[in-house]
């Protein structure tokens, strides 16, 4: 298995510690995602700009929160999850929606429920949903141009969740906290 770094501001110089040093001012803390993944600083650069570019699409924060965590729990990747349970507590998210899709079980808000499950189709089906998920997904209110937002998500989530696959980061006791 190959090691790789576990990147901090007191073990990282130039830009790969400016990146750092900017994301421990947007959270707070450092989290174990970035420290790896720093390995790569156009890797994080990549990362900041696709989740600029999903905060500024039309799905809510909280409707954002839902589509990242069931990529996350599709991909079965543990820090992601832990990751988008906390942020979405924090955007607002349902909070039986965040613990259905935790847990496996179902999600009663309707809502939820046909984003989380077109979500999935798209992971599951490698981009390639049926016509019926399609129109379930349109059928409770979604667009078209939020069937492209959501593989959007799915892109970075799956950018993120095979890193952490990779490096095997633990969730961070600021992210635990905060389920």
């Keep these: 298995m190959t090691d790789f770094t576990f ?11 400016e990146l750092l040093e900017g994301i421990r001012k947007g ?7 970035f420290a790896y993944m720093a390995e790569a600083p156009t890797t994080v650069e990549a990362y900041l700009a696709l989740n600029d570019l999903v905060s500024r699409g039309s799905l809510s ?12 729990v599709e991909n079965e990747c543990e820090f992601c999850s832990v990751a988008h349970r906390a942020i979405g507590k ?11 899709l935790a847990s ?10 046909a984003l989380a499950d077109f979500t999935q189709a798209v ?3 490698r981009g390639r949903p049926s016509a019926a998920e399609i129109q379930a997904f349109l059928g409770t209110g979604f667009t ?4 492209l937002e959501v593989i959007l ?3 970075i989530k799956t950018l993120s969740n095979y890193i952490n696959h990779l490096t095997k980061p633990e969730p961070n006791k600021e992210l635990l906290a905060a389920i």
């Design 123 to 125: 992971v599951r089906q």
């Design 27 to 33: 959270y707070g803390f450092i989290p174990n995602l």
């Design 144 to 147: 078209r141009q939020q069937i």
């Design 90 to 100: 924090m955007k607002g998210a349902n909070a039986q929606t965040l613990n259905a």
């Design 104 to 113: 496996h079980s179902e999600i009663a808000d309707a809502k939820d429920r």
């Design 61 to 72: 924060a909280a409707q954002q929160q839902v589509a990242l965590l069931a990529v996350s």
């Design 7 to 17: 990147h901090t501001l007191e073990n990282t110089t130039g830009h790969t510690r």
């Design 153 to 155: 998500i799915v892109s």
